[in-house]
């Protein structure tokens, strides 16, 4: 079973780390994502730019396009998209192609990326719940 | 990493909120300032046994408040000390108060605390030490090292402005629209100040002060979470984060400006340039131009280009038409005829520069780019005259021994 874990922080702490508490909390990080990767477990691993760069699309009658992260806390994470555009434009007509009836999409760019040593899935490929 | 020195970077985040929440309840910034160091020392002694709490701002303030209370109590009755146990423990509180926080306007706190930095009588250097010293919580130690000063110059100009800033009143309520408007921007012209005095520092031996264009770009993007659509909050965090991405290449081994079109591009920060870059087309999509996206935008034409050449001069030229629009100043018009001299030669840039020659009669740059402008068109000795007049007019060191390199191409 493929698991995804997701990272939260403050930010304004972030902000405030030191060159030196950066690759702390990175070289942490490695020992245990080398380990993965030697495995064959490691799947692609992101980090996101801060939310000041974020937007957010919002099912509406016409989808409402807001500045800002996704920022409700009534609606949960239920899933991510990773998609290659040629600008924040273009991420957020493809967000505005995605956006259902209700509910939300954050639409933020990746600050780094490592795509993983390729995963075979063992899941379904059905966008569709299972029971149905 | 020591635990002090998490708790430290948790502080430092915490401090403008829970400063600026514990102003608003005590409207005597002394006080508050009072307030949140006890309740720092007290967070010393209780997260390394407790934990850090999972909202270190709302800790801070409710410690904060009632540390300060207990002792305006003590002073009132001369009551005898009250216990430390007395102090309700935080942690238990804590969920009923993040709830109060979140519902409240912290965004208006935060913004009315960079605000009363910013008196308009005192000079924006004492604006800038102020800030520091209040909202990013630098010690005066700090703070005269990055102003190059002595500790105890630095310790009396502070102490001066924050006399200034308790006698201007200070509006308490909610502010509305256009209050709120008018505030944002005279912040923004604060924390740009703050980020230019680390960029290019107004005398002294550093040209390039890292700490203070870093913690400008903390502020930005502070204020920038707390008003997510504000275009020109974009656009000055844009505009910083690109302009702060070319630091490195800057200046060379020596310690002398390297310009734009010979640095190594392959030193420029290429995560704050992408950042930048999303932050200015983000402020474009706004339909709401202004100063700092102007030259956000710019800044971003420079940093598209992989080589020198690559730059699109005839697009920035036209972006600054669009500045000289919305903020008309001699130096904007100095920076267009630059890009004019890429465009349409330097005979039409020169031309441009005749009616600067007034207005910026003692500016540096006014006269580096004249002189420039001159030995491109050949005019050795009148570019000679230009060059030694900029370096009458130098700041730095650095910017004398830049243009003292360009007297001597001259001379061969």
Known sequence: MFYCILCYNLESEIDAWTREKWAAVLAKRETVTHK?????????????????????????????????????????LLGFYLVDCKSLQDALAVARDLVGDTGALEVRPLATFYPGIGLQSPLGTSPLPRFQ | MTEVAWIGAALTAARPQAVAALLRYFRDLDVAEEAFQEASLRALKSWPVNGPPRDPAAWLIFVGRNSALDEMRRRNKHDTLPDDDVIPDAENNEAALVERLDSSAYHDDVLRLLFVCCQPDLPATQQIAVALRIVSGLSVQEIARAFLVSEAAMAQRITRAKRAMAESAVAFETPGPVERAERLTTVAAMIYLLFNEGYSASGGEAHVRVPLCEEAIRLARLLLRLFPSESEIMGLTALMLLQHARAAARLDANGNIVLMDDQDRRLWNHDLIAEGLILVEKAQRSGVPGPYQMQAAIASVHARAVRPQDTDWAQIDQIYSVLEVLQPSPVVTLNRAVAVSKVRGPAAALQMLESLAQPLAGYFHYFGVKGALLKDLGRAAEARVAFNQAIALARTPAEAAHIRMNLDRLNT
């Open chain 1, 36 to 76: 993965l990767a030697a495995e064959g477990r490691l799947g692609p691993v992101g980090r996101l730019m801060p939310t000041t760069t974020a937007m957010t699309v919002r099912a509406s009658r016409e989808a409402l396009v807001l500045d800002g992260p996704f920022a409700e806390t009534k609606e949960q």
